[in-house]
């Protein structure tokens, strides 16, 4: 993977790479370290929402073949990924436990547009899934430099290599349908409206986000 370069020049990786504004508070990883139980069942939820969502975007623009042939596989990876976060939870004889409140994806839902063009409300859907894979992956990242368990770092460099994979096809893919200059436009306004949220959220170690 070239995504990502060494610690130290984290957030100009975040920055130049994912695009995010912001990098994660460094305290959210040493809580996330105290609680990988509430992590490991939070985590099987975003794997399964991300499964869901690219089924509800096939059937929402079943004409869009190139979106079609692309996220149908995806739905599979992303399926594979809550399988693997259950079987860690299995390991650990633990269930799966209740969805908890999404408060990142559901900040990010209200900002999509609701009254806009039906290209403007397929551009906010795609770019709303490259940003909660691009903050995922950065939070992986964390996850997998900084875990004093071995085997745990392993097991979320794993996640953080697909979810940089999925955030660049779902920008390449915006790309594919729309004007290359509206889709910068607009992640742009995504990337800062992110910011934004993310800094007036809670630092909690019980969620991916
Ligand atoms: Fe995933
Ligand atoms: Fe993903």
Not at 11 to 23: A, H, M, R, T, W
Not at 53 to 72: H, K, N
Not at 101 to 124: A, C, I, P, T
Not at 180 to 201: T, Y
Request: aromatic share 10%.
């Amino acid at each position: 993977m070239v995504y990502f370069c060494r610690m130290q020049t984290d957030s100009i990786d975040v920055k130049n790479i994912l695009g995010l504004q912001l990098p994660t508070d460094p305290r959210w990883v040493n809580l996330a370290g105290m609680q990988l139980d509430e992590i490991l069942t939070d985590h099987a939820y975003c794997e399964q929402k991300a499964a869901t969502t690219c089924i509800s975007l096939i059937q929402r623009y079943p004409d869009r073949v190139e979106m079609v042939e692309e996220l149908a596989p995806i739905v599979t990876e992303e399926w594979g990924h809550f399988r693997m976060v259950l079987a860690e939870l299995k390991k650990r004889n633990l269930s799966l436990g209740k969805q908890r409140k999404d408060e990142y994806v559901n900040n990010l839902l209200e900002f999509q547009k609701k009254d806009g063009s039906v290209e403007d409300r397929f551009l906010d859907r795609l770019l709303t899934m490259a940003l909660i894979e691009a903050r995922s992956c950065e939070r992986f990242k964390r996850l997998s430099e900084n875990l004093d368990d071995e085997y745990m770092r392993g097991f979320y460099r794993k996640f953080m290599e697909s979810e940089a994979g999925h955030y660049t096809l779902f920008i390449t893919l915006a790309e594919h349908y729309l004007p290359k200059d509206k889709v910068r436009k607009r992640w742009k306004d995504w990337l800062a409206f992110e910011r934004e949220m993310v800094v007036k959220l809670e630092v909690r170690g019980d969620r991916i986000h």
